[in-house]
């Protein structure tokens, strides 16, 4: 898919849930599928969903979504969270997702993720799908790990 | 302090050697290049980007104007990676070769001054920093944060630099993370989602990128996810300084963006991703009112 074919889609960010496939198909429109790195729960967990669902979505790494709001893309963000209650907890990258959002005006949807197994898969930049992509066993601290974020303002 | 990609592609003789970056950090290897269509290749498939891509542009123009002139060399280029602005190099290597009398001298001449200049780029942008800078950057700047880390330590400031992994060829990883390291310096890694997180807890206190282009009005296309930091840098109140070269006095929003093959979305993931449809713009465009300050190669701003 080109840049120029999306228009007012949905990004998901996080893992699917079945409430949250059926706010996508309520919505209707192209999903955006984020990467959802570390563990990749975007090409993992919804790629697959959506395939199953029949509900048409184009992918990308994370990078991608900032361009996505510069040219005004993006319709709806839909965070699937760890948890909500007394506020919301998101896996990595939930916050940046939720402040790009904002900060560019559109409305974020927070939903409980579906399930997905986290800890088996990366935690870090260090790795890609299993694969390391730093050289030396020395680099542990040098990693900055994917840890739960608090989305208390948004 | 050193690292192979302070000069990427290199000219012996009547052949350009590239270093191909998309092998790094797992081996440094260079590809031959005697023919411009192999040139052109290199530089479609990534093999070299940014300062390597300006190089082997220097380089090709030396070793093939008995073919094609430099305005065609310029156009193929710029059809293999349309974003950047190789019409432009072409004008500054013919003002060269007027001056000089011969493309080879020009050439060498300009990319020997270019280095000189990127290092005294590095000495005004370390005087902009903190004093114990924590730097977030993302993709790779060629060597030019090593140029910055000492130009900080000799004015007696820290640095600590926070490398965005850069999806999805991993520049941040596999080059920039790997030559900081090489060189001990300190260095942490993380994904590009990340940034948020980091910022919103005070881990990082200022940004520093590169830039494939630049308008005279301040405005900034570099690597896709530049645009994404500088708005949260923004947001958090956090300098973000781009280093740009030659702006040009033009519409940020008419130069095209370059889409890459849907493929390249899972570099370096096994499997088959045939029937997952993708999204991949190579650039974005960070606007003025985002840049804190853009550090140009001429000292100009």
Redo the contacts between chains.
């Keep these: 898919?080109?840049?120029e074919e999306?228009k007012n889609a949905t990004v998901v960010w996080g893992a699917l849930s079945e409430e949250g496939i059926t706010f996508l198909k309520n919505r209707g429109g192209v999903v955006v599928v984020?990467?959802?790195?570390?563990g990749?729960v975007g090409?993992y967990h919804n790629?697959e969903l959506l395939?199953k669902e029949n509900i048409e979505?184009?992918?990308?790494?994370?990078?991608?979504?900032?361009?996505l709001f510069?040219k005004g893309k993006i319709g709806k963000m839909l965070v699937m969270c760890k948890k909500i209650e007394l506020g919301v907890l998101g896996r990595?990258?939930s916050?940046?997702?939720a402040?790009?959002s904002k900060?560019h005006g559109v409305s974020v949807e927070f939903m409980v993720e579906g399930e997905f197994d986290f800890e088996s898969r990366d935690k870090?930049?260090?790795s890609?799908?299993g694969?390391m992509?730093?050289?030396?066993n020395d680099?542990g601290g040098?990693?900055?790990l994917?840890?739960d974020?608090v989305l208390g303002e948004i | 302090m050193d690292s192979p990609l302070l000069f990427p592609v290199k000219l012996e003789g009547s052949q350009i050697r590239v270093l191909d970056e998309t092998q790094i950090p797992f081996k440094e290897e260079y590809i031959t290049v005697d023919t411009l269509g192999k040139a052109l290749w290199v530089l479609s498939a990534m093999k070299t980007r940014s300062l390597g891509q300006v190089l082997l542009f220097f380089y090709s123009c030396v070793l093939f104007s008995d073919k094609f002139s430099i305005d065609q060399i310029s156009e193929k280029f710029k059809q293999k990676r349309p974003t950047f602005d190789f019409l432009f190099l072409a004008q500054i290597l013919k003002g060269q070769t007027q001056k000089t009398g011969d493309i080879r001298s020009a050439a060498l001449g300009f990319i020997s001054g270019f280095d000189k200049l990127r290092q005294a780029r590095a000495a005004r942008l370390a005087q902009m920093l903190p004093a114990q800078a924590s730097i977030l950057t993302i993709c790779n700047v060629n060597g030019e944060l090593i140029y910055l880390y000492q130009a900080l330590e000799r004015i007696s400031k820290k640095a600590k630099f926070i490398v965005c992994e850069t999806r999805p060829y991993l520049q941040g990883v596999r080059l920039t993370f790997w030559e900081l390291r090489k060189n001990n310096i300190d260095a942490r890694l993380i994904c590009d989602n990340q940034v948020a997180a980091l910022m919103k807890e005070k881990k990082i206190n200022c940004v520093v990128t590169g830039a494939d282009r630049a308008t005279t009005k301040g405005d900034v296309i570099n690597k896709v996810g530049t645009y994404s930091i500088a708005c949260l840098a923004k947001y958090f109140n956090i300098p973000f300084y781009s280093l740009t070269q030659y702006p040009r006095d033009i519409d940020v929003n008419s130069i095209p963006i370059e889409e890459r093959l849907k493929d390249e979305s899972f570099m370096f993931l096994e499997g088959d991703f045939s029937q997952v449809d993708a999204v991949y713009p190579a650039f974005d465009v960070t606007p003025a009112k985002f840049v804190t300050e853009c550090v140009e190669i001429t000292g100009s701003r």
Excluded: H, S, T
């Excluded at chain 1, 979505?57 to 361009?67: E, I, K, S, T």
């Design positions: 898919m080109k840049l999306i984020a990467e959802g790195r570390p990749l090409l790629v395939k979505f184009v992918y990308c790494v994370d990078n991608v979504l900032g361009l510069y990595p990258g916050l940046q997702a402040l790009l900060i870090g930049a260090a890609l799908g694969k992509m730093v050289l030396g680099c040098c990693v900055v994917g840890k974020e």
